[in-house]
């Protein structure tokens, strides 16, 4: 079985590297954007199974990032997993009716993480 690539949208640096160090330890393949913008070019070259995505993004913040993978219907059905550091009120819910699947705050329990993932993956979602 072919591994399973995740997109990880995200301005932090460190976040993604400490992400991509746990997703490839457990069979993830992993590709990256910084911002809002090669989010979107990056989806569509990659066709990731499933994105991590942050909020408070440069060129197109994570709600812009949603609204755009939505109304592509190639990318539409991807599942996304909010990760952010914003305040989760109000935030939360805004996130799930702009098309997240599920909402993490940072910093995220990395089991938790992990698991949510995979529930998506083993449901058949992706």
Do not use: H
Not at 74 to 96: M, Q, T
């Amino acid at each position: 079985m072919a591994k399973k690539k995740l997109l990880i949208v995200d301005d932090d640096k460190d976040l993604m590297q400490g992400l991509n160090i746990r997703l490839r330890a457990n069979g993830y393949e992993t590709v990256f954007a910084g911002d809002g913008y090669s989010a979107v070019k990056i989806a569509k070259e990659e066709k990731p199974d499933l994105i991590l995505l942050d909020l408070g993004l440069p060129a197109g913040d994570g709600f812009i990032v949603m609204e755009r993978l939505k109304n592509l219907s190639s990318l539409s059905f991807i599942p996304i997993i909010v990760l952010s550091a914003r305040d989760p009120e109000g935030n939360r819910e805004k996130a799930i009716q702009a098309g997240a699947n599920a909402y993490f705050q940072k910093p995220a329990d990395n089991e938790e993480l992990l698991e949510t993932i995979e529930r998506f993956i083993k449901k058949g979602i992706i």
